[in-house]
């Protein structure tokens, strides 16, 4: 017997996606057309790309570790 899989919010997460990135590419030319900074994450760094094409790394992020260790059944007693 096949296990039926009924996820009815696919469509909608992958039309919210394709929405996501068209505003962005959007917002991204807009700020070209105006001469304005554009600020994004590439390979864990903070880059300020300036009109001119300079690009500026502003801060190095550090990945945080989790403060505890969840596994698969464990027990959450809230306080």
Do not use: C, W
């Amino acid at each position: 017997m096949k296990k039926v899989v009924f996820r009815k919010d696919t469509a909608q997460t992958k039309s919210l996606q394709v929405a996501g990135t068209v505003a962005s590419a959007t917002a991204v030319r807009h700020a070209k057309a105006l001469d304005l900074d554009i600020t994004y994450i590439e390979n864990g760094n903070v880059i300020v790309e300036e009109p001119n094409g300079h690009t500026t790394v502003v801060k190095k992020l550090e990945k945080a570790e989790a403060p505890i260790l969840l596994t698969k059944g464990m027990v959450l007693h809230a306080k």
